[in-house]
């Protein structure tokens, strides 16, 4: 027999294991939704198909999520857009953050970020495909030496890294060869 007492209290606890539940539910939400947005895109390998490379992630990185793509000779090495879509950003920070880098809107609130270049070859509001050369990689702003810094962006956020349908691991560092283009 259940008095008012342990009715009320039964009601409390249904309320915060339901509550429990939901935020349960609702926290890995929000990166499936991520994943889910960045693979429907498919964003591709930035250089040159057949190319090998070393993604680099590491938690003191800024952003934190983005990837350092490191390689022998990647001084002047083309770098391609990951997918189709529109440039939004060409720009020229001189020897500090980003140096010169590149950003393509592929729609859904999807954008990537492409810096450190020696060179660019596009201009906003260009449409560019999958694997269209925009740049070249080097070693400008902030940077110690040639290395393309690349993000992936939801909505503004910087969110982990999905190329050709796989998660870049995070952290440390993760061969990968390129096959746009191919």
């Not at 209290?9 to 929000?30: K, W, Y």
């Not at 939704?33 to 057949?50: E, K, Q, S």
């Not at 990647?74 to 529109?86: C, E, F, L």
Request: proline residues 3%; glycine residues 12%; charged residues 10%.
């Amino acid at each position: 027999m259940k008095t008012p007492r342990l009715t009320a209290a039964l009601r409390r606890l249904g309320a915060a294991v339901a509550a429990g539940m939901l935020l349960t539910v609702l926290a890995p939400v929000g990166a499936a939704a991520d994943d889910l947005a960045i693979t429907a895109v498919n964003l591709r390998t930035p250089f040159n198909c057949g190319q090998v490379w070393n993604a680099n992630t590491r938690s003191n990185h800024n952003p934190q999520l983005s990837v350092d793509f490191q390689r022998a000779n990647a001084q002047g090495q083309n770098v391609r857009s990951s997918a189709a879509g529109t440039v939004t950003t060409v720009a020229d920070r001189g020897n500090t953050s980003y140096g010169k880098y590149i950003v393509v809107n592929h729609g859904s609130g999807i954008t990537t970020l492409y810096a450190h270049l020696s060179s660019q070859s596009v201009s906003v509001g260009q449409s560019v495909n999958t694997g269209t050369v925009i740049g070249r990689v080097g070693s400008t702003g902030g940077s110690t030496g040639p290395h393309l810094h690349y993000e992936q962006r939801v909505n503004g956020t910087v969110v982990r890294v999905v190329l050709n349908g796989v998660r870049v691991a995070y952290y440390g560092n993760t061969t990968i060869t390129s096959s746009t283009g191919c």
